[in-house]
């Protein structure tokens, strides 16, 4: 196994009482896309301005190469960061803005920095745009302006803190192409903060999910979806529907939980007696009409409201608790059973994909 390019070793921030990050172990491979992940004041932000040097851990380490570089200042790690505004200057044209980090770095004559500059530029499809004010461009070529400021410094590690955020719908998922594109023709090491699970699932090789300055899970995206390793995770991520109940009965490999919707079956060991969550992915329900008799991995309702978003739809079917299971699957299949609002309908899954949730 070669070294890590970066590691944060039990790495922790502080605000008097308060715990921004606490004990991150992480280790991040050259060439990774890892992305960090979580809800609003999780501490994926903090973790990533600890890694630019733009806040100093209160314990643990940051290492860079195996070096520490705690005490580095930011512009000298030369990890540059994608910020979520941009920071752009407004007072310097395009091609003086991507210039600018290679005239702080030195070393270039002032023909060098122009080339430089033009060359990302046009790598990103806008050299034609220069010698544009920033007021001029739209949020899409401001992110371009951002990211070829960032690349002309040819770094090994890019930090990039929800840099799509600002962009509409459309140009989003336009640039995460583009994102994915850089990260495989250029092997650098990219660091990315999102909230959205769409653009860390496209992104990512791994995902780090955060909870309260802890880390919940590490994972490639498929691992993550389909195995969440905590209720936390199964919820954040929503693609499961999550059962909370007492086990019953637990023998070779499947137990059995009292919920308030029945007894249902899962995969995974747990003591009987104990509390336990039962997670089941939302597009491995299958969908028929009621009136077959329900079993360990069936429960009946009626089918409440449906939402479509193109070819997958999300089925919403209310339980007799007055809870919700809600089911995706493609418009085609939907189509086929001819479902109507108020209809009652039997949700079935196979046993292997209802797993029981790590405690």
Same mark, same amino acid.
Request: net charge negative; hydrophobic share 40%; proline share 5%.
């Given at each position: ?137 739209? @949020? ?7 990211? %070829?400021?960032?690349? =002309?410094? $040819? /770094?090994?590690?890019?930090?990039? +803190? ?110 009987? @007696? ?7 992915? %939302?597009?491995?329900? =299958?969908? $028929? /009409?009621?009136?077959?008799?329900? +079993? ?64």
């Amino acid at each position: 196994m070669s070294e890590p390019i970066l590691t944060l070793d039990a790495v922790e921030k502080r605000y008097g009482a308060d715990v921004a990050v606490e004990r991150i172990d992480l280790a991040i491979d050259k060439r990774e896309f890892i992305v960090l992940m979580g809800p609003s004041g999780c501490g994926k932000t903090t973790t990533l301005r600890i890694l630019a040097g733009l806040e100093t851990p209160t314990a643990g380490e940051v290492r860079l190469w195996g070096r520490p570089i705690n005490d580095v200042p930011p512009w000298q790690r030369e990890m540059p960061m994608v910020w979520q505004s941009y920071a752009l200057f407004p007072f310097l044209d395009v091609r003086r803005n991507v210039e600018f980090g290679l005239k702080q770095r030195g070393g270039m004559s002032a023909g060098e920095r122009r080339k430089k500059a033009l060359e990302w530029l046009d790598r990103l499809g806008i050299a034609h745009m220069e010698k544009r004010g920033i007021h001029q461009l739209s @949020g899409g070529q401001r992110q371009r302006v951002a990211l %070829a400021r960032a690349l =002309a410094l $040819e /770094p090994e590690v890019l930090l990039l +803190d929800e840099p799509l955020s600002a962009l509409d719908a459309h140009l989003r998922i336009r640039m995460q192409g583009e994102l994915s594109r850089l990260h495989s023709e250029l092997g650098i090491t990219f660091v990315y903060v999102t909230h959205a699970q769409s653009e860390a699932f496209a992104l990512a090789d791994r995902v780090v999910i955060m909870s309260e300055g802890r880390v919940q899970q590490i994972g490639a995206p498929r691992e993550i979806y389909r195995a969440p390793a905590s209720r936390f995770v199964a919820d954040f991520i929503g693609a499961s529907n999550v059962v909370g109940g007492t086990v019953v009965e637990e023998k070779d490999g499947t137990v059995v939980l009292e919920t308030p919707v029945g007894r249902l079956e899962a995969t995974g060991s747990r003591a009987k @007696g104990a509390a336990g969550a039962l997670s089941i992915p %939302a597009d491995w329900i =299958a969908v $028929e /009409p009621a009136g077959e008799a329900t +079993d360990g991995t069936a429960v009946e309702g009626r089918l409440v409201t449906e939402d479509f978003t193109g070819a997958v739809v999300t089925l919403y079917v209310e339980l007799h608790d007055g809870s919700q299971f809600f089911v995706q699957k493609q418009q085609h299949e939907i189509e086929r059973l001819s479902l109507k609002r108020g209809t009652r309908v039997r949700l079935s899954w196979p046993l292997e994909h209802a797993t029981i949730l790590p405690e």
